[in-house]
């Protein structure tokens, strides 16, 4: 019983959070049709961002423990074995080396 009260209390109050932001944003909707300046807007512009992006309860997922599972057990399977580079890829990294080097001399030519 105790915790069904408690989560009703709290769909409660995320509701009246909910009527309380929507009737706010509805206040600076109209601010904002009548305001002057250009920074004016510029600053309800970004506080009704903030309220549309709010959720409320958003930080219980910090609260919250995530414990991995057990897949499987680190094996060396490779130890034994000679894997070669990829000659293209080594070939791509020189020229990109060569390219961001000239890049670099050029800069700080001046």
């Known amino acids: 019983m105790y915790t069904w009260s408690l989560l009703a209390k709290k769909a409660s109050k995320k509701d009246k959070m909910r009527e309380i932001i929507g009737n706010k944003l509805k206040n600076l909707a ?14 309800l512009q970004s506080l009704i961002l903030a309220l549309l992006n709010f959720n409320a309860g958003f930080n219980t997922y910090n609260t919250q ?8 057990e680190d094996k060396g399977i490779y130890l034994d074995k000679d894997i070669p580079d990829n000659q293209r890829g080594l070939r791509n990294g020189l020229a990109n080396e060569i390219l961001h080097n000239k890049l670099m001399d050029l800069q700080w030519q001046k």
């Open 30 to 43: 109209t601010e904002m049709g009548e305001a002057a300046s250009l920074e004016e807007q510029q600053k």
């Open 65 to 72: 423990l995530l414990i991995d599972g057990v897949f499987y």
